[in-house]
């Protein structure tokens, strides 16, 4: 669901096309082994795990570990990857897409870790991620959504061409219970007319 990534989205994962998936200051890459310690720091926070749907609190060396595995795996209209600064190779987030039931629509999901927040860097990450999407695989359409209570989150979404469509609720692990969601939607034909946003960051 909501935000960036819960980095579960569901139980498959791959990493389907060519990587690494360039923007300007981060890069979508394959998440390694040894990014255990980074990813194990960053997702576990509470701030993070609230804002998505399936992201365990806390979040231990066990769920890293498992996280790490699905990136191995192959599904199709799916993918996870590593959000990485340029600059450093350092992790920073996660972004992926993949179906989260049986028929339904491609999702995106994103997070990014707190020390990162504010900066621009999800977008640029949700733009790489929405290109490998649309440019690998046989999707029409993608879908997104956030927590209303996350603007910044929601500006990440418009920003990456994604229109409102409803609200809902969903469940989310860490916030303990039901929240409520605003949804979004992108059309393979809305994501052609706009594949100049770059200039419109």
Not at 71 to 95: E, V
Not at 130 to 142: G, M
Not at 152 to 179: C, E, H, P, T, W
Request: net charge neutral; hydrophobic share 45%; aromatic share 8%.
């Amino acid at each position: 669901m909501v935000v960036e990534s819960d980095g579960l989205l569901d139980e498959s994962s791959l990493a389907a096309a060519p990587l690494p998936q360039e923007a300007v200051r981060v890069r979508l890459d394959k998440l390694r082994k040894d990014d255990l310690a980074d990813l194990v720091f960053l997702a576990n926070n509470k701030t993070v795990a609230a804002n998505l749907a399936t992201m365990p609190y806390p979040f231990t060396v066990h769920d890293g570990r498992a996280m790490i595995a699905k990136a191995d795996l192959h599904h199709i209209n799916s993918a996870i990857f590593a959000i990485r600064l340029k600059s450093t190779g350092r992790l920073i987030g996660i972004a992926r897409y993949a179906v989260v039931e049986a028929g339904g629509p491609v999702h995106v999901g994103y997070w990014l870790g707190e020390p990162f927040w504010g900066q621009g860097l999800a977008t640029e990450a949700v733009h790489a991620l929405v290109d490998h999407a649309f440019t690998y695989n046989d999707i029409e359409e993608l879908q997104g959504s956030c927590r209303v209570t996350n603007p910044a989150s929601r500006r990440v979404l418009v920003k990456s061409g994604f229109q409102y469509r409803d609200q809902a609720m969903i469940r989310s692990v860490g916030a303990g219970g039901s929240v409520p969601i605003e949804r979004y939607t992108l059309e393979r034909k809305v994501w052609k007319s706009l594949k100049g946003w770059g200039q419109g960051q």
